[in-house]
């Protein structure tokens, strides 16, 4: 097997793991975006329209239901963000596109951090 074809196996491996391990979540009724896998909490939300990058799954680092809730308080204005996204449609290049999509997500991982700082 040549390096190429070894590091192709490796690389689908992984993705196919990542696959099963997010797929291997518990939805959390009434809570849309907020799963649960082996008694840790996160958010997930996937764009309909795929874009070069089209889901965004964090880790909320606890396994207390209501800290969660907190915090998926704190994430959901953004999926409004995200889901705009989908309007622009094709008046934005599809890197513009890939660039507010990483901003939106990066601002998310802000907004996490903070409140991990305040209850840190």
């Not at 099963?20 to 309909?48: C, G, S, T, V």
């Not at 989908?86 to 409140?115: E, P, W, Y």
Request: with cysteine.
């Amino acid at each position: 097997m040549s390096a190429t074809q070894s590091a192709t196996q490796s690389a689908t491996q992984i993705v196919k793991t990542k696959t099963f391990i997010r797929d291997n979540m518990k939805a959390i009724p009434n809570f849309k975006y907020l799963f649960q896998r082996n008694r840790i909490f996160y958010f997930r939300f996937k764009l309909a329209k795929p874009l070069i990058q089209s889901e965004i799954f964090l880790s909320l680092k606890t396994d207390d239901i209501a800290e969660a809730v907190i915090l998926w308080q704190k994430l959901i204005p953004y999926t409004e963000k995200l889901k705009q996204l989908i309007l622009l449609g094709d008046r934005v290049t599809q890197s513009r596109c890939a660039l507010l999509f990483q901003g939106i997500k990066s601002d998310m991982l802000k907004q996490l951090q903070i409140n991990q700082t305040d209850h840190g």
